[in-house]
């Protein structure tokens, strides 16, 4: 058993982005930073800005690396269009380290790291896929080159866990201006062997004290067998936040294990919201409740899928569920939120604005929002 387990970790961590604590929370930040900055227009510009450009604001996240030769641009698939109207593309997932290391205890363990790239563009004057393609690979090499100008910042904490997105305005070749929301991701920073594997195996010691936090609990269910990966987040001594996904060791390993065209399926289906929703369930899992939300997907080979994504309930939740995002969302529109005052931050060597608020949702979810304006 402990070897089929340590094939399905090395498994997950080769399909799940080590950084991305929920990929829904980061696709409704970016919603919510499309939004902030469609507000800042004013209506005449809007329309003049629609007719010029492709899209008004993209959102990026998941970085990509520069290779050793030189700068790679990779090549956005359409992966398709929401009930929301929103398009999606994503590069193929790229291996960018695939190792095995000596944990403290003297045993071998496997590292496998993969990256992409997923953007979600707006839905007016998108009709043209192939041009919006070619727009995201300029993108990349002005983004590599730091071709760009730093425009706005918007923060969130959930129950205290920060997040922050950046941005940036573009200029591209043909004259257009693109404002585009992104994480904090450094593109063309080299990886670094050594560092990945401290980073391993200072975790490793985190793990086996109990020093983490459960954040996130993901269940597939296949042929009638429940395949389980708890998502950690773990706080190293330097004060970074690394998340790392895992199989439960309390359940019995699956005979069969999805591959990873399978999985991307998955994702692919879920953001765009299709295949059946079946709802929120909530159930408990080491202790902790998680609110699960649950879709059943059939995949192009025919496999049925019932896939779940649970977050933590109440005080142990540190990213916002779709429900939570619309009652967030409908708590600022109400201004119901309390205001905590304004404050200057000088953010990658620009001072910024900050104006903070407080919401608390109907669970007792701490919300703070801030939105940083150029002073």
């Known amino acids: 058993m402990s070897k089929n387990i340590n ?4 498994y997950l961590k080769g399909v799940i982005p080590p950084e991305h604590v929920s990929y ?3 696709q409704k930040l970016r919603r919510e930073v499309l939004d902030e900055i469609e507000r800042k227009q004013t209506m005449p510009d809007k329309i003049r800005f629609w007719k010029i450009a492709a899209v008004l604001a993209l959102v990026i996240f998941a970085g990509t690396i520069a290779t050793a030769v030189g700068i790679k641009i990779y090549r956005y698939r359409f992966e398709g269009q929401d009930s929301n109207g929103v398009y999606h593309f994503s590069t193929e ?5 695939d190792r095995t290391y000596t944990d403290a205890n003297g045993t071998a363990k496997g590292i ?23 727009d995201l690979e300029e993108l990349d090499l002005l983004r590599r080159q730091d071709a760009r100008e730093l425009v706005g910042v918007i923060e969130i904490e959930v129950n205290g866990h920060f997040d922050r997105t950046f941005q940036y305005n573009y200029t591209l070749s043909d004259g257009r201006s693109i404002t585009m929301g992104e994480g904090d991701n450094d593109d063309n920073k080299p990886v670094d062997p050594a560092q990945i594997e401290k980073v391993h195996k200072e975790i490793d010691q985190l793990r ?25 987040k773990y706080i190293l001594a ?3 936040e690394k998340t790392r996904g895992e199989s439960d060791p309390e359940l019995i390993p ?4 999805l591959n990873s065209e399978q999985t991307q399926e998955i994702w692919r289906l879920r953001q765009l919201k299709e295949g059946d929703f079946l709802g929120f369930q909530d159930k408990q899992v080491h202790g902790i409740t ?39 969302r409908h708590l600022r529109q109400t201004e119901e939120g309390e205001y905590l005052g304004t404050e200057e931050k000088v953010v990658k060597g620009r001072t910024f604005t900050f104006k903070r608020e407080r919401f608390i949702l109907s669970d007792g979810t701490e919300v703070v929002w801030s939105v940083g304006e150029l002073k």
Not at 254 to 257: G, L
Request: aromatic share 8%.
């Open 93 to 97: 997932p790229e291996i960018i380290y």
């Open 7 to 10: 094939k399905i970790d090395k």
């Open 290 to 328: 998680f609110s699960f939300e649950t879709y059943n997907l059939t995949l192009s080979d025919g496999t049925i899928v019932t896939h779940s994504i649970g977050t933590p309930k109440g005080q142990f939740k540190t990213n916002l569920t779709e429900a939570d995002w619309e009652e967030f």
């Open 208 to 232: 086996k004290k109990g020093e983490r936090q459960l954040t996130r609990v993901i269940d597939t269910l296949v042929d009638g067998e429940l395949q389980r990966t708890c998502i950690y």
């Open 238 to 240: 330097d004060g970074r």
């Open 254 to 257: 699956p005979e069969k294990i």
């Open 112 to 134: 496998v790291i993969s990256r992409s790239r997923s953007v979600t563009l707006g839905s007016a004057n998108t009709a043209d896929v192939e041009q919006a393609q070619r």
């Open 24 to 26: 829904q929370h980061r």
